[in-house]
């Protein structure tokens, strides 16, 4: 019996613990260990896809992680740039989700993967993107899906890692990169404007 209130104890801790979970889980965001956590996975199909921009490509039959959720947000949120173009046939695929319209190459404009789109609650607002000792305000005008892919309105190109900023070459020109594609992906920091 001296076990008892102990063990109630831990039972009581285990059901918290377990509903605070239950809670988020369907965002897959784990407060416990501070990461979000694959909601599926996604079975490949190949098809027509754009390779500009050294662009990613669904092979047949591979496995591609899918997010509902991204990182939590801090001050000045760590993410990955990618470069994208969202200018008619460009590797973006089609319009923009935000406005229904392409985006030249110049244009300062950005896709968020999933969970910071927030089902666009971010649309056409600005961030700002830290990079390369430069700062640059872009507008978000795009999700960069990181639930679904492999598909004709996907382009082929498998689901967003949940930690990404495509943005356009305008963007990466106005942090100081020339040449984007030799760069491919950086580590950057951003935030709401």
């Known amino acids: ?85 969202f200018a008619a046939g460009g590797d973006g695929g089609g319009k923009s989700e935000c406005d229904n319209e392409y985006h030249s190459d110049d244009e300062l404009v950005v896709a968020l993967s999933t969970g910071w789109y927030d089902n666009g609650s971010r649309c056409l607002k600005n961030i700002r993107i830290n990079a390369n000792g430069n700062s640059v305000l872009a507008k978000v005008v795009d999700e960069c899906d990181s639930v679904y892919g492999c598909d004709s309105d996907h382009d082929f190109q498998p689901p967003c890692p949940n930690d990404i900023v495509d943005a356009s070459p305008g963007v990466w020109k106005a942090l100081g990169f020339s040449d984007p594609d030799n760069v491919g992906e950086y580590d950057i920091t951003w935030s709401d404007e």
């Open 1 to 85: 019996m001296a076990n008892s209130p102990k063990l109630a104890a831990i039972i009581v801790v285990f059901l918290l613990i377990s509903t605070f979970n239950h809670c988020r889980c369907s965002r897959h965001y784990s407060p416990l260990i501070g990461q979000c956590r694959p909601s599926g996975y996604l079975p490949g199909k190949s098809g027509n896809c754009n390779t500009e921009h050294e662009s990613d490509c669904c092979q047949d039959g591979k496995m591609y992680p899918q997010y509902r959720c991204s990182p939590p947000m801090t001050g000045d949120t760590a993410a990955s740039m990618t470069v994208n173009s």
